[in-house]
């Protein structure tokens, strides 16, 4: 008897000691959504991305689509560049042919800022559209999901949603009106995310806005648009397919990431490396690998540039899900603090650093920095980029991955890192402080890091041959 109270007594403290998260509470299968009190780190993932319709001549399908949502005022918005050239006008004659009635924003900024969007978000609640259609690359997609966010939820202010600490990072809680995404260039991947990014001019950093719930319900992947992409676009997005790829596959596994969300619609966005993600990520790589010098090189190689364009979709689903690290979280102020330096290839007025050209120049330098933490990756990306890795320890893995991306950099004519650009040594206590605030995704690093860590990347990554 004595044994079987002293049973019923540990029963009774296990149960009052259990992880009341909700895999492990019976309030959650019960239907309720219970804290979790026991856990520091996550526990679970999940897998979200739009739909995507691939092939040459989709947008031309765009009518039927809209149409179906029985939309009755359509917002299309694109870049000044873009609205005559043919991804907007095929758009534009879709729609009409469907008899759908819209209304064109063509002034989205190339690396959008507070400004921009707040003048894209007037025009939306001005026009009370009930759909979206956004034709360009990153900056128009991001731009027009904010335009629908904060047109759907008119009474918050501007920074209610952008991530903390920036912002108040606020969840989004009610719904947007259904966005298609029509993506221009082979990089960015926004077509398959709930992220929107933009430079916040008051501090010369980049920050965004990441939820579920401004993410496009379709994107419309038509390879047909990358032709008309100069080279350097080429190679600069396809920088940013790469450092979704490399970033996702290294991110602090899901299961390390804390704190463990007091309840799973508290889950952030990018949520680290996980098994789903790391298949996205890999063949993402192994694409960039066969056809991204290609694509760069010949315009007209329309099987390099469409394997690019879905390169960029399949980096999107991971890092979407996975997130991130220390190449984006510097690349912020890196494009948000420039001075004079104008990218080749983008017909803007203003001072510009493209964004895949901000991410990738810190690229070597962070991955020899992180490669003690998971060697094996990164010495297998270095294989997939070209590396010969025959007898190389893992505790080589950083220099070996580092060196295939310089080679990589070199090859496509890369600038020789940040002082090309126009920053020096001086620079980089900016530079830092403009990072600090990006913990959303800096804290995905697999290795942690201090602020001098920070300053002595910055460091390294001011000449890179």
């Not at 996205?280 to 390099?304: I, N, Q, T």
Request: charged share 20%; glycine share 8%.
């Amino acid at each position: 008897m004595a044994g079987r109270d002293r049973i019923v007594q540990l029963l009774r403290q296990l149960e009052r000691a259990a992880c009341r998260c909700p895999a492990h509470s019976n309030a959650f299968h019960q239907g309720a959504a219970a804290p979790c009190t026991v856990r520091k780190t996550d526990y679970a993932f999940e897998m979200a991305s739009s739909n995507i319709r691939y092939g040459a001549g989709v947008s031309r399908e765009i009518g039927m689509d809209v149409a179906a949502l029985g939309a009755r005022s359509v917002c299309v918005m694109t870049d000044g560049n873009l609205a005559t050239l043919a991804p907007v006008t095929s758009v534009l004659e879709s729609l009409t042919t469907s008899r759908v009635q819209f209304s064109v924003y063509d002034r989205v900024r190339v690396e959008p800022t507070d400004a921009s969007f707040k003048d894209a978000i007037a025009f939306a609640k001005a026009g009370g559209f009930d759909a979206y259609v956004a034709v360009g690359g990153g900056s128009v997609i991001d731009t027009c999901k904010a335009a629908n966010l904060y047109a759907s939820h008119p009474d918050n202010d501007f920074l209610d949603f952008v991530n903390a600490p920036i912002g108040k990072g606020l969840p989004v809680t009610g719904k947007v009106r259904p966005l298609i995404a029509v993506p221009t260039t082979a990089g960015t991947g926004s077509e398959t995310t709930g992220v929107a990014i933009f430079d916040y001019e008051p501090l010369h950093a980049k920050t965004g806005i990441a939820s579920r719930e401004i993410r496009p319900m379709l994107g419309i992947v038509d390879p047909l648009h990358t032709l008309s992409m100069p080279s350097r676009v080429t190679a600069n997005s396809g920088f940013d397919v790469l450092c979704h790829a490399l970033e996702s596959y290294t991110a602090l596994p899901y299961h390390q990431r804390a704190p463990c969300p007091p309840s799973p619609q508290l889950r952030p966005a990018y949520q680290g490396s996980n098994p789903i993600s790391d298949v996205w990520a890999v063949h993402a790589l192994r694409v960039v690998s066969k056809y991204f010098k290609r694509a760069v090189r010949d315009p007209d190689d329309l099987e390099a540039r469409s394997s690019m364009h879905l390169a960029s979709v399949f980096a999107g689903i991971g890092f979407g899900n996975a997130g991130v690290h220390l190449c984006h979280g510097m690349s912020y102020p890196i494009a948000g603090n420039v001075k004079t330096h104008r990218a080749d290839g983008y017909s803007v007025e203003h001072a510009l650093v493209p964004h895949g050209l901000s991410v990738v120049l810190t690229s070597p330098a962070v991955f020899s920095f992180t490669s003690s933490m998971c060697p094996e990756r990164h010495l297998e990306a270095a294989e997939i980029l070209g590396a010969d890795i025959t007898g190389v320890k893992l505790a080589d893995a950083g220099r070996v991955l580092a060196d295939a991306l310089r080679a990589l950099l070199w090859d496509l004519q890369v600038e020789d890192g940040l002082q090309a650009l126009g920053y020096s040594s001086e620079d980089v206590p900016a530079l830092v402080k403009g990072t600090l605030p990006q913990e959303r995704v800096t804290k995905l690093s697999p290795r942690t890091h201090t602020q001098d860590d920070l300053e002595e990347l910055f460091h390294q990554s001011l000449k890179l041959y």
